[in-house]
Every structure is written in structure tokens, then in C-alpha cells.
T-cell receptor
């Protein structure tokens, strides 16, 4: 089962920042927070991931609370093309022992409105 | 470069038939994953290959499902005696060598399987 809780849907006005929350209160010390999104009829797309520090890349920023029990994905200037389902995923990192699969919940359906 | 490709994009079959779904990962990616996604749900893990071997097949729902990756690149997901409940989008993903443990997964567009 997914270890995260997300609101089922959110709206955001085009050009505004979209702030997508995620609760992961049972996260362990060796677990990372990942965000993927899935645009209609496409496969999921990686956005960003982090352990405890805030992260930023060309797509988004990830803010993780100090106790690591929740995080927020920020799309600074949402466009219509950002309309998608956004998945917050907690994933253990096995150093030197390979990857682990992603465990998806139902995600948040973000609608960017013109 | 080329991304993950999956064929066919759509497959319609009858209950009880056998189907094969193909995944071509990104060249050089040693890790390959299969997921399936039912309507309104997030993707659900099925099986993970590291090279030619299945490192984790705990997500396969029953023994009608089987996957192979004989040369460590292309993978085929095989479903025997299909049931209507197998109808879903089957997604494949690949990632580089898994030793760092946090590699991004690159997903294909999926194969939509419909069992009548």
C-alpha cells in the first residue's frame, strides 16, 4: 500500500504557483520522497526527489518539513500543460543493492485553469 | 534519444486467450519494470528485472502472468488464459544501473489491454 496521503484533486489558475501537499508521517530514515506526474494517456514522468533538504530543478521545487512527515511540490508558474495527476511516492534507497519499485497511490489530479 | 517503447499500443483479445506485450527499454538501461494501471488508479508494480534476471516478481498477481528478459534488453510480459479483470494499461519503465538505488525510472506510453 502507498505510504502517502494526497488530496484527490486541486485547481490552479494559469500562471500561478501550484502547491501540491503530501503527507508521509510514517517515513523512515532511508526513504526518499519522489514526485512523478502522469499526463492523460501517457506514462508517468519523473519530476523531482529528495531526502531531507529542499530541492529545486527546472521543473519544480520540493519542500520537505524538518520532521520529514510531509512535503510540498511547487510548480512556480503553472501552465495548461501541467494539468496531470501528480503522485507523491516514498521509496527506500538500497545503497549498492539495486533499485526498488515505485509504489503509487491515487495521486492528486491538478487542473490548471486558463 | 529514443525513449522506452511498448508494442502494441492497444490489444483487444477474448477471454481465455494468450497475449504477449513487448517493452523496448532505453539503450544501456539495466533495470526494467512492469506495472499495470486500472482505470482511476495509480500504477501497480508487477515485476522488476536487473539485467536478465527477475530481481523482484512479488507483484505478479498469479501464475498466469510471466515475464522474460533473455538478453537483458527487450522484455516480454506474457499473460495466459486472459480474464476480463486483466484489462488495464500495462506500463514498462527502465532505469540505469541500480547500484545507486535512487535512479529515475523512465516510462513508456503503455499498452492498453482489453479482454472481452
Amino acid at each position: 500500500d502507498a505510504k502517502t496521503t494526497q488530496p484527490p484533486s486541486m485547481d490552479c489558475a494559469e500562471g500561478r504557483a501550484a502547491n501540491l501537499p503530501c503527507n508521509h508521517s510514517t517515513i523512515s530514515g532511508n526513504e526518499y520522497v519522489y514526485w512523478y506526474r502522469q499526463i492523460h494517456s501517457q506514462g508517468p514522468q519523473y519530476i523531482i526527489h529528495g531526502l531531507k533538504n529542499n530541492e529545486t530543478n527546472e521543473m519544480a521545487s520540493l519542500i520537505i518539513t524538518e520532521d520529514r512527515k510531509s512535503s510540498t511540490l511547487i510548480l512556480p508558474h503553472a501552465t495548461l500543460r501541467d494539468t496531470a495527476v501528480y503522485y507523491c511516492i516514498v521509496r527506500v534507497r538500497l545503497y549498492g543493492r539495486g533499485n526498488t519499485p515505485l509504489v503509487f497511490g491515487k495521486g492528486t489530479r491538478l487542473s490548471v485553469i486558463a | 534519444g529514443a525513449g522506452v517503447s511498448q508494442t502494441p499500443s492497444n490489444k483487444v483479445t477474448e477471454k481465455g486467450k494468450y497475449v504477449e506485450l513487448r517493452c523496448d527499454p532505453i539503450s544501456g538501461h539495466t533495470a526494467l519494470y512492469w506495472y499495470r494501471q486500472s482505470l482511476g488508479q495509480g500504477p501497480e508494480f508487477l515485476i522488476y528485472f536487473q539485467g536478465t534476471g527477475a530481481a523482484d516478481d512479488s507483484g505478479l498477481p498469479n501464475d498466469r502472468f510471466f515475464a522474460v528478459r533473455p538478453e537483458g534488453s527487450v522484455s516480454t510480459l506474457k499473460i495466459q488464459r486472459t480474464e476480463r479483470g486483466d484489462s488495464a494499461v500495462y506500463l514498462c519503465a527502465s532505469s540505469p544501473s541500480g547500484l545507486a538505488g535512487d535512479n529515475e525510472q523512465f516510462f513508456g506510453p503503455g499498452t492498453r489491454l482489453t479482454v472481452l
